[in-house]
T-cell receptor
């Protein structure tokens, strides 16, 4: 069974600060995705990383896939209240057709 | 293009009742999924389908059934509802490809009392 561990589980910081969220596993994934979920809504895809060592930037968000494709990180620069939400990482196994393995998520609160 | 739609948005069931959660997508995706999300537990896969007429069990299938008669629709059936099935249910679809990116519906919040 593939598992994804996310840390921290909860994070509350002030507007303007930087933060990093981690997603770790002992398993190799063919791709890893990050989703953001707001209360009462479904997860929304932010980014997919595929290649070991890959770095992708989405405005103030930087995503990195570990060299061994077992872990990933999400770094937010100058966090804003609009970044508040539940951040989920999810990995696709060898096939991917049989669904994603999700981490438990990081609850992020950015205080004005 | 509505994406993935789910009905109902909320439902309260009594123990032992049955219901069907509806899911539809208009993106012509072959792959569809049902997940449940419990507080602090992430999303767990209930059932999935790789195309019309083909379904398979996920991690937590007990107490649920699915069917896939068309590409667009993937209903989830709860028989003999139990309090342990109180959860938020999400339907998702994917075109597959190399990355298996999934697109989620808005969810159904189900309470069994």
């Amino acid at each position: 069974t593939q598992l994804l561990e996310q840390s921290p589980q909860f994070l509350s910081i002030q507007e303007g600060e930087n933060l990093t969220v981690y997603c770790n596993s002992s398993s190799v994934f063919s791709s890893l995705q990050w989703y953001r979920q707001e209360p009462g809504e479904g997860p929304v895809l932010l980014v997919t990383v595929v290649t070991g060592g890959e770095v992708k930037k989405l405005k103030r968000l930087t995503f990195q896939f570990g060299d061994a494709r077992k872990d990933s990180s999400l770094h937010i620069t100058a966090a804003q209240p609009g970044d508040t939400g539940l951040y989920l990482c999810a990995g696709a196994g060898g096939g991917g057709a049989d669904g994603l393995t999700f981490g438990k998520g990081t609850h992020l609160i950015i205080q004005p | 293009n509505a994406g993935v739609t789910q009905t109902p948005k909320f439902r309260i069931l009594k123990i032992g009742q049955s219901m069907t959660l509806q899911c539809a997508q208009d993106m012509n995706h072959n792959y569809m999924y049902w997940y449940r999300q419990d507080p602090g537990m992430g999303l767990k896969l209930i059932y999935y389908s790789v195309g019309a007429g083909i379904t398979d069990k996920g991690e937590v299938p007990n107490g649920y059934n699915v069917s896939r008669s068309t590409t667009e629709d993937f209903p989830l059936r709860l028989e003999l509802a139990a309090p342990s099935q109180t959860s938020v249910y999400f339907c998702a679809s994917s075109y597959g490809g190399a990355n298996w990116e999934q697109y989620f519906g808005p969810g159904t919040r189900l309470t069994v009392t």
